[in-house]
Nanobody, 119 residues
Framework: QVQLVESGGGLVEVGESLRLSCAAS????????MGWFRQAPGNQRELVAT???????TYGDSVKGRFTASRDNAKNTVYLQMNSLKPEDTAVYYC?????????????WGQGTQVTVSS
């Protein structure tokens, strides 16, 4: 069993910053790709950022230059630093983690954390 616990969401004003965290725990041998997705009401879930085990990152076009993904492999944790937040960043943010056991692999989603940017 693997659990993902997200934290760091909240209500901020335009231009402010937030940092999301997602910690994985349980029967983990290794963790591969980690990422963040978001879903606003009425919209499909969209990619925000991914980060490989060696730190290579990719970003959705709408967040490039403002958001930064990072990870601490020793803590099995992925972070999302969000700067210069805009009202259109308002969404539920989900982490996504690829977990490897000694003989299995599985993709997990976090429970989601609400980010609201007010104007």
């Amino acid at each position: 069993q693997v659990q993902l616990v997200e934290s760091g969401g909240g209500l901020v004003e335009v231009g402010e910053s937030l940092r999301l965290s997602c910690a994985a725990s349980g029967s983990i041998f290794n963790i591969g790709l980690m990422g963040w997705f978001r879903q606003a009401p009425g919209n499909q879930r969209e990619l925000v950022a991914t980060i490989t085990s060696t730190g290579n990152t990719t970003y959705g076009d709408s967040v490039k230059g403002r958001f930064t993904a990072s990870r601490d492999n020793a803590k099995n944790t992925v972070y999302l630093q969000m700067n210069s937040l805009k009202p259109e960043d308002t969404a539920v943010y989900y982490c996504n983690v690829n977990v490897y056991g000694r003989s299995w692999s599985k993709n997990y989603w976090g429970q989601g954390t609400q980010v609201t940017v007010s104007s």
